[in-house]
Each structure stands twice: as structure tokens, then as C-alpha cells.
């Protein structure tokens, strides 16, 4: 089938077709610049960019694939989870296309889209795979018997999305937002065992938590003791030992739940992606822990780990040719979705 997938969630305004597993085009405009001076993204701001860049975003998606509207047999748009503001206008925008051009629409869940996109590069998702999916607004573990229908969640954040930690300890190191490319960066020169850092909740609080739950506000926190505590003393702060550290002990927790998951539900397959998946020592300690385990670790390029629009409508090709019905034209969006609910 050919879909045109639209995603508006948070800043990334973006529509992609897709035929079959074949990227025809893929068009993606962010407002992230809008967003750095307030040192996150300002719902409000965002919403409005989403406005004004629809219509020239779906057209290009269109023009680049060399198609019309009617060559689509479908429309995919993010239903959630994301900011509701945001959401309003890319699923408002996504039903009068398709009630003008009389297609069906499918509403669909945006995370669960960035393990469908893997697709595009690595082919078939087998059945039973695992995927953690990783990004300033998300942390999830998840277990994928069937992208169309069957997902389940093994393990979630407590606190702080992985994304978000880098963000928060960057910008205590004074970097611009986002700061996590920029700890990435220094982490490459520093030695990632210079300070002692909890690993986010390797054990699982006792009667709370589950194995597989992540926490990284304790790192957070450690850190910034840390640097205060040098800071106090009169005492250099050494930056790259600093972000090497950080990002050692979340790239190492993600990356052990992430077997531990594989070995549970004896998945020899681990999606990854969110906009954190270009973390490089995450990459990199997925790709260890993966030939270590005898597990195929995908992790797709990184324009496909961001936000985009071919996530979108390659999860719309999925469920099209699993043979799930669209959605009704009054389905709402949903800022929380829920993960196990793979569309509307
Ligand atoms: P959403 O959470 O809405 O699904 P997404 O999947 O696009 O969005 P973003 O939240 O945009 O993900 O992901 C960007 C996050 O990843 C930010 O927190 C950013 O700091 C972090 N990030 C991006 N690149 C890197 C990197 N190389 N190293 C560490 N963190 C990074
Ligand atoms: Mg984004
Ligand atoms: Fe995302």
C-alpha cells in the first residue's frame, strides 16, 4: 500500500510516503530553534510552528514521492502520546486531507512507530522482538509479538525520560538545550570511570518497581553533588570525565535491560530508537552487548531515529496489510497514550 504519514507530537513537523517498506520521500521541519533560548520545548510555540508548516510539508511529502493525494490509499498521523496542542493540529489537519480526498485514516501511536520504522532499513520485524525505544520524552522497553496488533510494555521510566537526564545535566554544565549531543561529545575525550555514578536502578526498588524499570534522576543528582561539591572546594569541574561518566552509566543500565529483556522472552532481535538512539555510546554499548548475547541489535541511521514522518507511515503500511480497520473520523488524540494500544 502507499501511505503518507503525517507527525506533529512535539517540535518536529513532518509527512513521509512510504510503499510498502520503500521510503518514497520523507519531509521533516522543526521549530527546535524557536525552542533553544527558553531551554525547552514551549508547547504553545510549537503548536503555532505546526500551523504554518502543514500544508508545505505534506506538499513536499507528495512532490518529492512524485505522487497526488489520490495516489495514496491511506493517511497515518501521530495520535499520541505528545503535547495535545501539537497533536490537535497534525490530526486535524490529517482528517480534512482525508475527508476531502475520501481516504481512510489510521491514528496511530507515535513510539510505537519508531520501532515500525526500523523496517525501512533492516526489512521484516520477526515476530517476538524486543525494542527500546529512547528519547527526551521517552524511556520504554518493550516486547512486539506483532507490530499490528501485539505489543506489550516490559519496562518504563520511574522518573526522568534518558534524554531528558542528558538535557538536565547539561545545561548544570552550562551547554546550550539540547544539551545531550554536546555531552555526547566530551564524553568521546573524558574516562567514563572517573566519578562513581549509580547505574539507574539496576535491582528495582523493592516491592515497587519492576526489573526492568528504569530511574535517572539518581545519576542526575549524584552528578550534580558532585560538580557542586567540586565547585564548593574551589576545584576545576572536569567536564569530559564528567559527561564520559554520565553517559557510561545510562548507555551500560539501557543496554544490560535491554539483554536481560532479549533473555526473558528469548528474542534474538532489539529495535532501537527515539532521538536519544543517536546517544554514540549507547550505539556503541547496544552493539557490544548485542554480539555478546547473539542478539541483532538494529539500530537504524539517525534520521530515522528521530521524529519523521516515515515512522508514521510505515507503522500505517503495517496495519494495512495486517488488514486493521482505519479509524473512525472522530477518533481524539490521546497525549498519553498508552503503548499498548498501537492505533486508534
Ligand atoms: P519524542 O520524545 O517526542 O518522541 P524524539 O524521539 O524526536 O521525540 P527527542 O526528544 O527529540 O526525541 O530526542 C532528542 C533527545 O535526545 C534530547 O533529549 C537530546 O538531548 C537527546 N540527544 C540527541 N542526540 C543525542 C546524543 N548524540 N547524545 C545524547 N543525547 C542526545
Ligand atoms: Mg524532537
Ligand atoms: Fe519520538
Not at 159 to 179: H, N, Q, T
Not at 214 to 239: H, M, Y
Amino acid at each position: 500500500p502507499i501511505i503518507l504519514g503525517i507527525e506533529s507530537t512535539c517540535d518536529e513537523t513532518a509527512a513521509a510516503v512510504v510503499e510498502g517498506k520503500e521510503l518514497r520521500s520523507n519531509v521533516v521541519a522543526s521549530s527546535m530553534e524557536e525552542h533553544a533560548r527558553y531551554g525547552g520545548v514551549i508547547p504553545e510555540i510549537a503548536s503555532r510552528a505546526h500551523a504554518q508548516a502543514f500544508v508545505p510539508v505534506v506538499s513536499k511529502a507528495l512532490a518529492d514521492a512524485n505522487m497526488t493525494i489520490d495516489d495514496v490509499d491511506a493517511i497515518a498521523v501521530s495520535a499520541g502520546p505528545g503535547l495535545a496542542g501539537c497533536l490537535a493540529v497534525g490530526v486535524s489537519g490529517a482528517k480534512a486531507l482525508a475527508w476531502s480526498a475520501n481516504k481512510p485514516i489510521y491514528g496511530i501511536n507515535h513510539v510505537i512507530g519508531h520501532v515500525a520504522v526500523t523496517q525501512l532499513q533492516f526489512g521484516d520485524l520477526p515476530a517476538n522482538t524486543m525494542a527500546l525505544i529512547v528519547s527526551g520524552g521517552h524511556t520504554s522497553l518493550l516486547h512486539v509479538n506483532d507490530i499490528a496488533r501485539d505489543v506489550q510494555v516490559v519496562g518504563t521510566t520511574l522518573d526522568d525520560a534518558a534524554g531528558e537526564c542528558f538535557d538536565k545535566v547539561a545545561r548544570l554544565l552550562g551547554f546550550p538545550y539540547p544539551g545531550g549531543p554536546h555531552i555526547d561529545r566530551h564524553a568521546q575525550l573524558g574516562d567514563p570511570h572517573a566519578l562513581k555514578v549509580p547505574q539507574g536502578l539496576t535491582q528495582g526498588k523493592a516491592g515497587k518497581a519492576h526489573p526492568y524499570d528504569f530511574s535517572f534522576s539518581g545519576v542526575k543528582t549524584a552528578i550534580a553533588r558532585w560538580v557542586e561539591n567540586r565547585q564548593a572546594q574551589g576545584l576545576d569541574v572536569p567536564v569530559d570525565d564528567v559527561c564520559a561518566s554520565l553517559a557510561d552509566s545510562v548507555a551500560q543500565v539501557l543496554a544490560k535491560k535491554s539483554m536481560m529483556g532479549c533473555h526473558e522472552y528469548d528474542s534474538t532481535t532489539m529495535i532501537v530508537g527515539g532521538g536519544f538512539s543517536a546517544n554514540s555510546q549507547l550505539r556503541a554499548a547496544l552493539r557490544e552487548a548485542g554480539e555478546k548475547h547473539g542478539v541483532d541489535v538494529r539500530i537504524p541511521d539517525i534520521k530515522l531515529c528521530t521524529d519523521n514522518g516515515a515512522m508514521v507511515a510505515m507503522l500505517g503500511s503495517n496495519l494495512v496489510e495486517a488488514g486493521v480497520q482505519p479509524s473512525a473520523m472522530d477518533f481524539p488524540i490521546d497525549s498519553a497514550m498508552p503503548l499498548t494500544k498501537i492505533s486508534c
